[in-house]
């Protein structure tokens, strides 16, 4: 009874996360590829997104802390995070990481900054998300899977809003 309400629970969660458009098509094909022989296969793909994405945001945290800024490399960044994001689906994440490339194509300082704290406002909501996801679909699937394995049990912490003017950023 308890694991059929989970079920219901779950897949509610999952359902919420595709209306509102924090994920889309590509989160179900990393589901079709999770089999008996690998149960936690698509958690551990979006761990490893978390990972990566909060290191990838504090790079860019870090590049525009420098005067002059390295445009290349913040491009860069955008682009790894961007392409990190359509590897799970991350659909709000992804698309402002397009915005931001549009700004910055535009030379436009304001809307980067703003662009970049979207980015880290829309990863935190779906982070957080996710999490809850993660710990209905466990309870689902009962006391096989292993405790901790959850998105926040890796010790990742909010990362800090971005402690920068408007003035600090320029464009050559």
């Not at 991350?90 to 397009?98: D, I, K, L, P």
């Not at 970049?116 to 006391?143: C, M, T």
């Amino acid at each position: 009874m308890e694991r059929s309400r989970a079920f219901c629970e779950a897949a509610g969660v999952k359902k919420s996360l595709f209306d509102q458009g924090f994920l889309d098509e590509q989160f179900r094909q990393l589901e079709e590829l999770q089999d008996d022989l690998s149960p936690n296969f698509v958690e551990e793909v979006v761990n490893s997104f978390f990972r990566d994405s909060a290191r990838l945001m504090v790079s860019v945290e870090q590049t525009l802390e420098n005067v002059p800024h390295n445009l290349t490399r913040l491009d860069e960044l955008i682009y790894q995070l961007k392409g990190s994001c359509s590897s799970i689906g991350a659909v709000r994440v992804r698309n402002e990481c397009s915005r931001f490339r549009e700004y910055y194509s535009q030379r436009n300082a304001q809307g980067c900054l703003a662009s970049f704290r979207r980015i880290k406002s829309e990863h935190a909501a779906l982070r957080q998300k996710l999490e809850a996801y993660f710990q209905v679909a466990s309870r689902r699937a009962g006391p096989i899977r292993s405790v901790g394995r959850s998105v926040g049990a890796h010790g990742l912490s909010p990362l800090a809003p971005p402690r920068l003017f408007i003035w600090q950023i320029f464009f050559y």
